[in-house]
């Protein structure tokens, strides 16, 4: 894992992170969501939309720092939990000391089955986390119009913990005009919130359609794993290739984007991508190693 100190957090490189991590210490304390303190620091909380291996690779940096951070982990994605491998992703994230939240999706359920909807999925992460679930990230709330608050969770989005202006986030990497370095400069003097999503960073700095394309070989990695023992798909003797449309980004901010730069959608282009398999540099679970 490459870890030059000297880009801004833009680059989204894993440098860059640990760079900008640093200086959120520097600033204040930085602290997971579920302790449910208030003051001035950073909440800093990570939402696993698509890749568990890249939690674990953020996690794993995290902890070289002394950092304790929120991962919030959904349900009913594209990954599934409750499969091996994924099962021993989440329990190490846990190991790690790193806080296990629920990444819920209420565009599930009826509005009045979203509490016994949000406590099931909830139960069933504790049992696969070994931990508690104290708190909940909502999925996708810019796309659905909708921020409800759960009742016995400790909501992102909560006004006590959620305001625009005291929130950071990197959904599709586009930070809406903020700038990342002088924005958390504000948690010397009050709560902020920081919302990364471990899928977008990677050695190289790709963009968005590269860092999808990463995710999609992961997720052909775990399902080649599962083959291991069927005779037929040994017989095939090969790899299976990965072929992405150009990926479309769903956010995580508010409802109402804010008009001009803040309210800007658009995922900054790349050119380069992964190469063969885009195996991560640092090794890891999950196949021949461990990216949105």
Known sequence: MTLAPDLPLTAFTY????RFLRQCQDQGEIRPLGEGRAGPGVLLRHDIDWDLEAALRVARLEAELGIRASYFILMTGCYNPHAGPQRALIRALSALGMEIGLHFDPSLYPPEALTAAAVAEAQALEALSGQPVRSLSLHNPSVRGEMPLIPGFINAYDPARFAPARYLSDSCQDLRGKDPHRFIEQATTAQVQVLLHPEHFSDEGWGYPE???AAAQAWVRGFEASLADHRAWRAVGRPLEVRL??????GDGPPAAAPGPEGSRSPRPRSSGPPGAAAPADG???GPADGR
């Open 245 to 250: 449309r150009p990926p479309r980004c769903d």
């Open 211 to 213: 860092v999808a394309r």
């Open 284 to 286: 890891g679970p999950g």
């Open 15 to 18: 440098g860059a992170l640990r």
